[in-house]
């Protein structure tokens, strides 16, 4: 027999079911469900859906903002090391100033 003719939904026992939430195995109406990644589920186990693919997003969101800022200090540092050495290869005569002293005197 027909799935709608013999079972009624959990919420409206007066109205046939439609259709069988793969998630909890109830049977719904057509008011009572929603499609979610094409697949047809009542509003509970959407509900958790959700909340299971927000935590993903948020564990994969840390993880990509760690990512990030060790990626930001690297570069930081790495820039800065190279100013260094720039600066470190300069004669001293830049660093004391003595340089302007002699281009003046010639």
Known sequence: MN???TQRCL??????????CP?????FCRECISEHDDVVLCATCLSRAARVGQRRRSIFGQLSRALLALLGLFVAWYFFD???????KLPASVHEGTIWQELSSE
Request: overall charge positive; proline content about 4%; hydrophobic content about 45%.
């Open 23 to 27: 998630g909890c195995g109830r049977f």
């Open 82 to 88: 190279l100013m260094g050495r720039g600066l470190m």
């Open 11 to 20: 919420f409206h026992p007066s109205r046939e079911a439609v259709a069988r």
């Open 3 to 5: 799935i709608s003719l």
